[in-house]
């Protein structure tokens, strides 16, 4: 670690904190609806940046410098319509940091593409002893991630404040379609069901030995969460099979943490978000693009919290008219309820990024300008 290097680490942090106390920022804080987009990562920076993700996932100083030069680059160009800008600094290693846990190893290429292991022995054998029980500091990764957290604490030298981002979010569902293989899991549920249940309550054990240890390790106090299982997108699971052996996992990952607040798929949830309902501390719920806009409407009482996000179509590939129809669709659809509009990850789809730049720019203004009405200022 050099002090060229450091000193550059001091100089994005004081242009963090200068934002951060920005009057521009304070009025970003206080508009509601949010309004947001979000970026493919680690995809999207690679495409901007040009870095080694290799690099990035292994070396924290240059991780340091390069997650503010990112945070910086959006409060720039796209100020006066952007979320407020933080300045915790989140040590995030990735998706699916939680697979190594169990045996399934998750490679990045070099486009920043998680490539996860596909021939786990689960999915020639369906028997739970190729699976080792979890301890959060010598599983999988653990040991790496820890120590690379430290580093990072000690880089910042606490100019800000250091999250530890690399959680297990997964539920249970996506884990054991991994293990098994879609087609082996589908089949189970009808030719093994019991080892279908026994699979998914392994799963949620470990889940819940993980962040046992990580409460212990943090001092973090035992609070709802939310989690994520993108193969809840019907029909390639049934609603049967969620109820039957998703359901009740999540009932008990609920009392574990005392709730859970949100469930993300990129699928359609419509037909399931009647069992979602039954965790009764659920208090936000995704619609997605492929999630039936109508239809949840009908489904979900107004108590709830309603998350739309839009397909990067909708946003890289709409003319300024289409993004504002299909707003405004949303908007009036949503009137008297609590709700954000987002969009999924999005990449940049040219070699030119000023071209991203201002296609984000141009729905960002769209949807304020048609929230504008309804948006609460505190």
Known sequence: MTDERLSRIDRLIDQ?????????????????????????????????????????????????????RQRLWRWEHFAREDAPIPVDLSVWLGHYTEYPCLGLAVPYNKQGVPCIQTDHPMTRDPDLRWLEPVDFQTSGQMPFYLRFYDEVNKIVAGRLKVAFGTTWGRGCLDIAVQLRGYENWVADTGERPQFVHDLMQFLVEQRCRWWEGYYQYSGAKREPVGIADDWINIPFISPGMFRDFVLPYYKQIEQFHGGIVSIHSCGDQTPVQKYMLELSTLQHLEISPWTNLKQTLINVPPTKRLGPFLHPNDVLLASPEEMETRLRTIVEACKGREFSIGTSGLTPIWDDIDEFVRRVQCWVEIAERVCAPIQVRG
Do not use: M
């Open 16 to 68: 963090v904190l200068a934002a951060n106390a920005s009057p521009e920022n304070q009025r970003r804080i206080k508009i509601k609806p949010a309004i947001s987009w979000g970026l493919e990562e680690p995809i999207a920076s690679l495409h901007i940046f040009h870095y080694d993700i290799d690099q990035y996932f292994s070396d924290p100083v240059f991780y340091v410098e390069q997650t503010l």
